[in-house]
């Protein structure tokens, strides 16, 4: 049985739920030295996709900007990110490009009052995909689900061709968002579109940095190796961020005995209404 640790950045200002692990708090960089499994073929789909499936152990981003690609710099179509093993280049890091009312926002930004999650209400989407626990795929041919041990959260990702709802069609505000995906070759690109968010109650990530109904995420998996998942995010908010940037980081799979964790958030902290979480 692991140590449940305290996440850091959030308990010590509002005493948050504990994590029931902490995984790699540092990114892990694409060109990280292959392990033992990593010579070992990858596997396969019985379409001939790659299987993604798998428990994988992602760095823990407390800020969006760590990792950042400058898009001026490098362009989407620069072959460093998710498809290319050992590829280290970067644009200049920083804080990202927020337009003035981001960034009066994240200036100001306090957890003990604007984060969510001191309600137990769900992390969304770009939060549980950089949360500092495990992730578990699971893939089939007309779908990829996405099993977060962070507030036992779960994820579809649709492959059969469906396209986004419209604002009009969802049936209800989705702290995910809604996903749908295809495959370019062996790299699958994740699209993700959030007219619906349960803005402002979501955040990009812990560190405060604000989204609207306007976020659009793209993600790209590729898997370097047996044992690596490259993954890179790329998002879009023009409410938010005055340009499209890019984060690109690599997974690493666990053990095949390793499981998710159960984690139920529980309010049961006197100290949220003091704080006025909202």
Known sequence: MRNHL????????????????????????????PSSASSAPIPRMPDGKPDLSGVWDHPFVIDMSKDLEDLQTHKPTDKCGAEQ????????????????????WTKNF?????????????????????????TEIIETPKEIVFLHESMFAFHVV?????????????????????????????????DTVGPFFATPKILLDTRGHPVSEELHIVERFHRIDAAHLGYEVTVEDPKMYTRPFRNVR?????????????????ENNKEVEEHHIK
């Not at 093993?85 to 009066?104: F, I, R, V």
């Not at 505000?173 to 062996?186: F, Q």
């Open 158 to 190: 649709y492959l059969d061709g469906r396209r986004h709802p419209t604002p009009d069609e969802a049936l209800e505000t989705m702290w995910y968002g809604h996903s749908v995906g295809h495959w370019e070759g062996d790299t699958l690109l994740v």
């Open 6 to 33: 305290v996440h850091a950045f959030v308990v010590a200002a509002i005493g948050l739920p504990l994590w029931p692990r902490l995984a790699a708090a540092q990114s892990v960089s694409p060109s990280v030295k």
């Open 250 to 266: 690599t997974w690493v799979l666990m053990p095949k005995n390793e499981e998710i964790l159960e984690y139920v958030c529980t």
């Open 110 to 134: 306090d957890p003990a009052r604007y984060d969510a999650t001191g309600h137990c209400n769900p992390m969304g989407y770009t939060r549980s995909m950089n949360a500092p626990v495990p």
């Open 85 to 104: 093993s050992g590829c280290t280049q970067k644009g200049a890091g920083g804080e990202l490009p927020m337009t003035p009312w981001a960034a009066e």
